[in-house]
Nanobody, 130 residues
């Protein structure tokens, strides 16, 4: 069973940077799709970035060019480097893992799965002030 533990959240001013980490416990290397989600107060949880098993990275339009998802060489820690932060990036950030695709690419539409994922972290809070 996979367990995920996030860290690295905090408060930062607009334009600043933060790096989130997600430590994965369990046999995860090369077997799981890994993603970052976020949930702002009063809003639904939304996908932010994902790494597929083949290494393909996908980002939400709202963070493209500002956020970077990566893994360490042992693939036991997932990172989210967040630059040029905006107040609208304020949210609880969660990492997630699943043995099936988290970002599903379809012929007509693509979407982020949130239901039934194998593992979620407890979340880490990011607050961006203007």
């Amino acid at each position: 069973q996979v367990q995920l533990v996030e860290s690295g959240g905090g408060s930062v001013q607009s334009g600043g940077s933060l790096r989130l980490s997600c430590a994965a416990f369990g046999y995860i290397s090369g077997r799981y799709y890994l993603a970052w989600f976020r949930q702002a107060p009063g809003k639904e949880r939304e996908g932010v970035a994902v790494i597929d098993i083949d290494g393909t990275k996908t980002y939400a339009d709202s963070v493209q060019g500002r956020f970077t998802i990566s893994q360490d060489s042992a693939k036991t820690t997932l990172y989210l480097q967040m630059n040029s932060l905006k107040p609208e990036d304020t949210a609880m950030y969660y990492c997630a893992a699943d043995r099936d695709a988290i970002y599903v690419r379809g012929w007509e539409m693509s979407y982020w799965r949130t239901a039934g994922l194998d593992a979620w972290g407890q979340g880490t809070l990011v607050t961006v002030s203007s």
